[in-house]
């Protein structure tokens, strides 16, 4: 199947301070990314949806000032969490969509803490 | 709007044991289903998948089937290995739409030697 990751796969970061998380397709064209967070525990819950070269639809209830996220080409997604706070403190989940395809595929995942 | 429902884990079975995973769902529109696997420190891989009523999914010894009438998706496995343990997610997506995936709590395996 299709692979897609994720970078970094962990990140520590003090409160106040931005953090970008990279999702790539290795070797797909991804026409369409999605978001997830997922608290432990928890099921994954869509925060937003990104096609390429246009604006992010956002999930009601997620801030977009807050969560910044860029889709600039093909292969590229990132998720910016800006001036984070320890309740931001979760793990990111990013999938990716071909155009043709319907399935879509996993990124390991990115856990973020900030202290 | 879209819902999934899965039943609560931990689920501890031993080995050779039969796994059932209850889902049910609430949907608007014509979902597909999907059951999601995630293995400790990996990422969610799609197990199985059936987009009309009355399809069964298989893959792996797993097996679900689309019950339109009962609005169900339930997994099966007849016979579990420590190596299935893991956690199952059930998911829906409508074809209409960004066609983003809606996602049950999640039930984790653990299968005993």
């Known amino acids: 199947g299709a692979v897609v990751s994720q970078h970094p796969s962990w990140v520590i970061c003090k409160s106040g301070t931005s953090v970008k998380i990279e999702c790539r397709s290795l070797d797909f064209q991804a026409t369409t990314m999605f978001w997830y967070r997922q608290f432990p525990k928890q099921s994954l819950m869509l925060m937003a949806t990104?096609?390429?070269?246009?604006?992010?639809?956002?999930e009601q209830g997620v801030e977009k000032d807050k969560f910044l996220i860029n889709h600039a080409s093909l292969t590229l997604s990132t998720l910016t969490v800006t001036s984070a706070h320890p309740e931001d403190s979760s793990f990111y989940i990013c999938s990716a969509r071909g155009l043709m395809g319907t399935e879509q595929f996993f990124g390991p995942g990115t856990r973020l803490t900030v202290l | 709007g879209n819902s999934v429902t899965q039943m609560e884990g931990p689920v501890t079975l031993s080995e050779e044991a039969f796994l059932t995973i209850n889902c049910t769902y609430t949907?608007?529109?014509?979902?597909?289903l999907f059951w999601y696997v995630q293995y400790p420190g990996e990422g969610l891989q799609l197990l199985l998948k059936a987009t009309k009523a009355d399809d069964k999914g298989s893959n792996k010894g797993f097996e679900a089937t689309y019950r339109k009438e009962t609005t169900s998706f339930h997994l099966e496995k007849g016979s579990v290995q420590v190596s299935d343990s893991a956690v199952y997610f059930c998911?829906?997506?409508?074809?209409?739409?960004?066609?983003?995936?809606?996602f049950g709590s999640g039930t984790r395996l653990q299968v005993q030697p």
């Open positions: 949907a608007t529109g014509y979902p597909s």
């Open positions: 990104s096609n390429e070269g246009s604006k992010a639809t956002y």
């Open positions: 998911a829906l997506s409508v074809i209409t739409g960004r066609r983003a995936l809606t």
